[in-house]
């Protein structure tokens, strides 16, 4: 199985970035996709997930509005478009794949290389 993250990028307070993830070697049309993210010093942090019945989502509460995640089940690919970013949202972002959509990081079996988002004010 591999999940490969693209889009990180700098971009100043306020703008927008879309990342995506491509996946392969796994049924991809029945696995959970989440987005977490680690900041320097700081613990993996839950981001959203999208389920693969009927494309239910879940956001934490710091990106509620803002971040919005998709999926392409033809294209093994799920999307995160971020807008109004904040220097706060600064940080490597995972994608990662399991069996149930929950917010814990352990119930996810695959995880992304990362790609790196930095937020300038």
């Known amino acids: 199985v591999q999940l490969v993250e693209s889009g990180g990028g700098l971009v100043q307070a306020g703008g927008s970035l879309r990342l995506s993830c491509a996946a392969s070697?796994?049924?991809?049309?029945?696995?959970?996709m989440a987005w977490f993210r680690q900041a320097p010093g700081k613990e993996r942090e839950f981001v959203t997930v999208?389920?693969?019945?009927?494309?239910?989502?879940i956001y934490a509460d710091s990106v509620k509005g803002r971040f919005t995640i998709s999926r392409d089940n033809a294209k093994n690919t799920v999307y995160l478009q971020m807008n109004s970013l904040k220097p706060e949202d600064t940080a490597v972002y995972y994608c990662?794949?399991?069996?149930?959509?929950?917010?814990?990081?352990?119930?996810?079996?695959?995880w992304g290389q990362g790609t790196q988002v930095t937020v300038s004010s």
């Open positions: 070697g796994l049924t991809f049309s029945s696995a959970h």
């Open positions: 999208i389920s693969w019945i009927g494309g239910g989502t």
């Open positions: 990662a794949a399991g069996p149930r959509s929950h917010y814990s990081a352990p119930e996810y079996n695959y």
